[in-house]
């Protein structure tokens, strides 16, 4: 976990079917054109996806 002058935590994030890690919400974001609140949405929710992969597979994130 990183810690910024601004005192937010950033934790890395994973995506449950590419097995991708990332440093941040944001780089994934970057990577799936996914918005910060899709995402946001979908780290909370259990079921729900934000963004699609090359072959349209609907994406689930966790924080690890």
Not at 3 to 8: C, R, W
Not at 17 to 43: G, R, V, W
């Amino acid at each position: 976990v990183q810690v910024f002058a601004n005192h937010k935590t950033v934790k890395k994030v994973r995506c449950i079917e590419t097995n991708e890690i990332f440093d941040s919400q944001i780089e994934a974001c970057k990577k799936y054109n996914i918005s910060p609140a899709m995402m946001c949405h979908a780290l909370k929710a259990t079921n729900h996806t934000a963004g699609k992969d090359a072959n349209g597979t609907r994406l689930h994130w966790e924080h690890i």
